[in-house]
Nanobody, 123 residues
Framework: HVQLVESGGGSVQAGGSLRLACSVS????????LGWIRRAPGKEREAVAS???????????NYADSVKGRFTISRDSANNTLYLQMDSLKPEDTAMYYC??????????????WGQGTQVTVS
C-alpha cells in the first residue's frame, strides 16, 4: 500500500521560501520515481521536480524549466521523507502541490500514486 502525506504548504510573499515535506515509506521510494506535481487553478498539471533512486542512492534529479535553479528536491532516507525546497518564490508558483510516486519523471500522467496535496500561495 502506497501512502504519501504532504505537509509544509502555506502563504508567503514573493521572494520568500517554503519547504514541502512528504512522508514516503522505504518500500515506495525504492520502487518508484518520486516527484512533486503542482496544479494551479485553470492550468494543466505540471511536474516540477522528480527524483530517481537505486536502492538508497539518489542518482538523478530533474526539474521543470519554470523552477530550475529555485527549487530543490531531496530525500531523507533516515526519516522516510521527500522534500521540495522552494526559494525565490513567485506569484506564478501559487498552486496545490502534490507528492507522487510512479514511473513519471516530469510527466504527471505517469504517476500512479498521489498524496492529498498542500496549498502554496505566493503574493
Amino acid at each position: 500500500h502506497v501512502q504519501l502525506v504532504e505537509s509544509g504548504g502555506g502563504s508567503v510573499q514573493a521572494g520568500g521560501s517554503l519547504r514541502l515535506a512528504c512522508s514516503v515509506s522505504r518500500a515506495t521510494y525504492t520502487s518508484y520515481c518520486l516527484g512533486w506535481i503542482r496544479r494551479a487553478p485553470g492550468k494543466e498539471r505540471e511536474a516540477v521536480a522528480s527524483l530517481y533512486t537505486a536502492g538508497e542512492i539518489v542518482y538523478h534529479t530533474n526539474y521543470a524549466d519554470s523552477v530550475k535553479g529555485r527549487f530543490t528536491i531531496s530525500r531523507d532516507s533516515a526519516n522516510n521523507t521527500l522534500y521540495l525546497q522552494m526559494d525565490s518564490l513567485k506569484p506564478e508558483d501559487t498552486a496545490m502541490y502534490y507528492c507522487a510516486a510512479g514511473l513519471g519523471g516530469l510527466l504527471p500522467q505517469l504517476y500512479n500514486f498521489w498524496g492529498q496535496g498542500t496549498q502554496v500561495t505566493v503574493s
